[in-house]
């Protein structure tokens, strides 16, 4: 069955407020944050912000719909781009869909923290979901004990991206009309570049802001 790009998309924003929702009410709850605060803010302050949260939720889901279409159209002006050094043609509407169709691939770990921390690991801390990055390379050192801007890096760096990437390349691979290989030795290194483009801004902000 072949869904369209508007199909595609409303599809993928239903999921990603549905668990965002799970998530929030059962997972990030007000206790775990109330909790990951006591030690810094007032009791009244805790609540103040507690209120806030609970009264402007509702943003989170209107604002979904208008980060996620950025996100996508970024990436696939990003590979059109691509397409265009390697002297492809290759419509964005095209790229956009298989953009769409690797996206899913990271609702994967968002099902996982919330597998994890509603029947797992139920005894955890704010702090536990913030460094939780299933099958990254953050699992083999002790984030708490890590500098802020090593921490996005190692997050990055993830057996999810690869599977995206490997999605991408197959996507690709029949938007370009190329063999395996060609596809590979187009989408690993425009992909890969502005993946690394991203790590290390992301870096960047973080060093500043620290």
Same mark, same amino acid.
């Given at each position: 069955m072949n869904f369209s790009n508007r199909d595609l998309f409303l599809l993928l924003i239903l999921i990603i407020s549905l668990t965002l929702f799970v998530s929030q009410n059962f997972i990030v709850t007000n206790e775990v944050i109330s909790e990951a605060l006591q030690?810094?803010?007032?009791?009244?302050?805790?609540q103040q912000l507690l209120d806030f949260r609970d009264q402007w939720a509702w943003i989170n889901y209107v604002a979904l719909?208008?980060?996620?279409?950025?996100?996508?159209?970024?990436?696939?002006?990003?590979?059109?781009?691509? @397409?265009?050094?390697?002297?492809?043609?290759?419509?964005?509407?095209?790229?956009?869909?298989v953009v769409l169709v690797a996206e899913f691939v990271w609702l994967v770990p968002s099902f996982l923290s919330i597998i994890w921390f509603g029947f797992i690991d139920t005894d955890y801390s704010l702090v536990d979901i913030q460094y939780f990055q299933p099958l990254s390379l953050l699992n083999f050192f002790d984030g708490l004990s890590l500098d802020p801007w090593v921490v996005?890096?190692?997050?990055?760096?993830?057996?999810?991206?690869?599977?995206?990437?490997?999605?991408? @390349?197959?996507?690709m691979r029949k938007v370009i009309k190329q063999d395996w290989m060609d596809s590979v030795r187009f989408t690993i290194p425009v992909y890969g570049f502005g993946f690394i483009t991203w790590?290390?801004?992301? @870096?960047?902000? @973080?060093?500043?802001?620290?």
């Open positions: 030690l810094q803010l007032s009791l009244d302050r805790i719909p208008i980060i996620y279409l950025i996100k996508f159209g970024l990436v696939s002006l990003w590979i059109l781009c691509g @397409t265009v050094l390697f002297g492809y043609k290759v419509s964005f509407k095209a790229i956009f869909h996005f890096p190692l997050r990055a760096f993830n057996v999810f991206e690869v599977i995206y990437a490997l999605v991408l @390349t197959l996507g790590i290390v801004f992301i @870096t960047f902000l @973080t060093l500043n802001l620290a």
